[in-house]
């Protein structure tokens, strides 16, 4: 079988190198080099199986002089030869011995892609000693010059086998925009699928275009746009190479830049993605902003080497991917305003600072955020609006900027038409770049009584000045409006511990006559409620009548179906039920005084009867309800009968939606 095994690895290399040999034309993208290489990996391994080596004829190439335009020889074709195996020597003809023009570029792409500055194409002693570090890489029974050996399966775990390789355009980096002086742009990636092999990715060649009006040239590409290109893995840089006219080849009238030497491993039946990156140059004419322009991987512009030592290309079919020029990134730069998710919610706040125990100190009533874009930005002026409803007592006179504990700025409240607003001047608060900062509006509020009095700030695009690192100004966009905070001198702290909501018993049947279709259903919703007494004694309902502490009608709670409030459900559909806790004295019909300072958790459940033969019953088969707590009746020694009721409509304060009946 061995015998066999030798006969037939012999056969097919004496075949090839008679193939070769006589120059017969070669199928696909494969080089003169290439075929070579194949060739010396079925020496080297009929030389394993007899025990012996093989010598392939390629050897490290020597040189004694520099090499430049018009030098020829030997060590001239020895120099395109290895050049030709990283892929950055692509002359259809093969190696002419000729240092030309084309031999030139060659020499400055890979001396771009080996970080030897300035690369221009001179193969002096400088690239010699890089040649000599990297050129010569060995396997078995062979010498093959290289950074990567074309047709070698160094680094591959399945020896042997042949696999294919399957290239295809990545949904990201979706189209992106280079801006002057952008770094490691992402604007391509590249789907690698290795099947049956591993696959090891040698090099990546991409064709530069214009496709815009602006640009007259596919050169302006490199000229004017883009001066580096990478290949990457991740964040790793595989590869890399200037764009310059001695790296980017023209062929016919297109223009491509070779990255080689990537040896980047695909495991066989895995799929990688590498992205393609560029270098923006640091400034270009304004006429270029705003144009298009493409990076696109050619058939074939892909190479990789599966474990029998053959070389796999793809795509089939090319794709491309576009990218747009724009300005200085500064110019672009924007703020957006937004209400931070840890904004204050609708709340009710009693006031008892002062000897007359009827004044709040920067009350918080919104945090806002502040995120800066393509650029550092700074806030230099913000104007936030304090809107007050309810009684005329209570004021607010001295808004308060902080950035986390850090005070940012302050300024006097002013009456305007409409709305009472504070301006914040020359703050100067920097947000950097694609970043978000976060700012708490708070407030001093001066007179407060036993009636409620509401706050509110907001802030919107015209209220907000900001400017680029340069000093420019810049484009604003959003707003943030804080949620309605009440304010007293005295009444009830009250906090929603938890809510929750069940059905039970038999749904509606929605067939039959009316008697067969009667409903044992029943929805509760349960609302923990912690209350504390602040400023006084509290009672809650109104003692020796019956208003109770938490009405039995829908005066304490709203219903909402299918996400909308709906008062058609009567009284007599619908059931609370609580205790009254020990520390909360009974006074009269089902409410209690709370002392001052007091504190109690009262679990209140309201509940919605779902038989439909009950009067003013108007219950939807089929809908979703929930339950909202809008408030409660209290009074103090001091006060007429009060509603507390800042959490009315807030969905905070709602349960969840539940299928009923």
Known sequence: MTKQRIAKIAGIAVGATVAFGSLVPMVGAVTIAELQAQINALMAQ???????????????????????????????????????GTGHFTFSGGSTGYFGSVTQAAVAAWQAANGIAPAVGYFGPISQAR????????????????????GGTVGLSTPGVEGTVTVSLNPSPASAKLYEGDSNKDVLGIKLEAKTSDIRIERIKLKLDENDTTSTSDTDFYRKIAS?????????????????????????????ITVAGLGFIVPKNTTKVLTVALDAMSAWDDTFNGDAWTVTVPVDGVRGVDGAAVNQYGPATAFNRDFTSNGELAESA?????????????NQVICTSSTDEDEC????????????????????????????????????????????????GSATIVELTGANSATFDDIDFVVPKDMTKTLSVKVDIRDTDATTN???????????????????????SGSAAGRVIEVRKVG????????????????????????????????SATFNLKIKAVGGDLTFGRGGSSTSLFATTTG??????????????????????????????????????????????????????????????????????????????????????????????????????????
């Not at 040649?131 to 074309?150: E, L």
């Not at 924007?334 to 609708?346: E, K, Q, R």
């Not at 938890?498 to 409903?519: E, L, Y």
Request: glycine share 10%; aromatic share 8%; with cysteine.
């Open 46 to 84: 009929l030389a394993s199986l007899q025990g012996g080596s093989v010598s392939t004829g390629m050897t490290a190439c020597t040189f004694t002089r520099s090499l430049t335009i018009g030098s020829t020889g030997a060590d001239v074709t020895c120099l395109q030869n290895y050049l030709t």
């Open 131 to 150: 040649y000599s570090a990297v050129a010569v890489t060995t396997v078995p029974g062979t010498t093959v010059p290289g950074t990567t050996i074309p």
């Open 228 to 256: 580096r290109v990478y290949i990457k893995d991740g964040s790793a840089v595989l590869g890399s190479a200037d764009l310059n006219i001695n790296t980017v080849v023209k062929d016919g009238t297109s223009y491509y």
């Open 334 to 346: 924007t703020l957006a305003v937004s209400l931070n998710s840890g904004s204050s919610l609708a």
């Open 361 to 408: 100190d920067e009350l918080e009533l919104m945090k806002v955020d502040f995120k800066a874009e393509k650029d550092d930005v700074t806030l230099t002026d913000l104007v936030v609006d304090i809107n007050m409803t309810g009684g005329d007592t209570a004021t607010a006179t001295t808004a308060w900027l902080y950035d986390g504990s850090t005070l940012v």
């Open 454 to 476: 509401s706050f509110a700030a907001d802030i919107d695009t015209d209220d907000v000045t900001a400017e680029n690192a340069q000093g420019t100004g810049i484009t604003e």
């Open 492 to 523: 009830p702290q009250i906090t929603l511990v938890s809510k929750s909501i069940t059905t039970d018993g038999v749904p509606q049947n929605d067939t039959g006559p009316t008697s067969a279709n009667r409903s044992t259903s029943t929805l």
């Open 556 to 661: 304490s709670f709203a219903i909402y179906r299918n996400g909308t409030y709906d008062g058609t459900i009567g009284s007599s559909a619908t059931s609370t039920s609580y205790t009254i806790p020990s520390a909360c004295t009974s006074v009269g019909t089902q409410s209690c005084t709370l002392a001052e300072g007091a504190e109690v958790t009262i679990p209140v459940t309201f509940q919605i009867l779902g038989r439909q033969v009950v009067t003013g019953s108007t219950l939807t088969v089929g809908s979703l309800y929930a339950v909202g707590f809008e408030g409660f009746t209290w009074h103090s020694a001091a006060a007429d009968t009060q509603r507390t009721t800042f959490m009315a409509t807030s969905t905070d304060w709602r349960t969840a939606d539940v299928s009923f009946p």
